[in-house]
């Protein structure tokens, strides 16, 4: 399933159909970052304590392109959905894991 450019936010979790995980950091006007985790990866539990972007490089590209791609309902915190909102720790977390700050204050 495809997304709509206004599904894609900021914060959301997202599940592609080649099982990777993809976390929206920053958008600004067409333009967004994200960090995506390897393909074919586990499902999360729910008890995740560690998110999945260790050492993955974060991707810059613009919104709609993003929106294209194949996306699928996954369960997160016992919830299904197309999008998970992430708490703040846990956003930190993929900034970090990524290292992404710099790139996410150059594109805001």
Partial sequence: MKLREKEVEVGCLYFTGANQYRAVLA?????????PSLEGIASLNLNVTKMPFENQPFKKCQIVTFAKKDYQVFDFNGISAIKHKLNGSQLAEVISQCNAKLAINLLL
């Fill in 27 to 35: 958008m600004k006007g067409e333009f967004m970052i994200y960090a």
